[in-house]
């Protein structure tokens, strides 16, 4: 059992999110950390921050998708905070270009 030690102890979910900035027609992805019962709570107390962090930016919308992960314990230094794993044919260099290197990424 993850995080807690009884089943009705909440667990750490990292929950990604995808936002829109209109204008400069860049998504952005966020990933939260959040204690929780259950996936479905921290899902539904990180879109609510995703609504604030919203009304916080000009022309910022919450497409509406979120995906959690379960965090196995507590976050400390080298946690795995989120994972996702996707099938592909690919070879390396061009799976990494095609999904995340494109080169117009903005981070931080």
């Known amino acids: 059992m993850s995080a807690g030690s ?57 497409v509406r998708f979120a995906e959690a992960y379960t965090i196995d314990g507590a976050p400390g230094e080298g946690a795995e905070v989120f994972s996702l794993m996707r099938e592909s044919t690919l070879p390396p260099k061009d799976y990494v270009s095609r999904y995340y290197a494109t080169g117009s990424e903005r981070t931080g």
Request: aromatic share 12%.
């Open 6 to 62: 009884e089943p009705n102890d909440p667990s750490w979910y990292g929950i990604r999110c995808i936002f829109r900035h209109g204008p400069l027609e860049v998504y952005e992805e966020r990933i939260t950390l959040w204690t929780a019962h259950s996936p479905d709570e921290a899902i539904e107390r990180a879109e609510a921050e995703a609504a604030e962090y919203c009304e916080g930016l000009d022309d910022v919308e919450y």
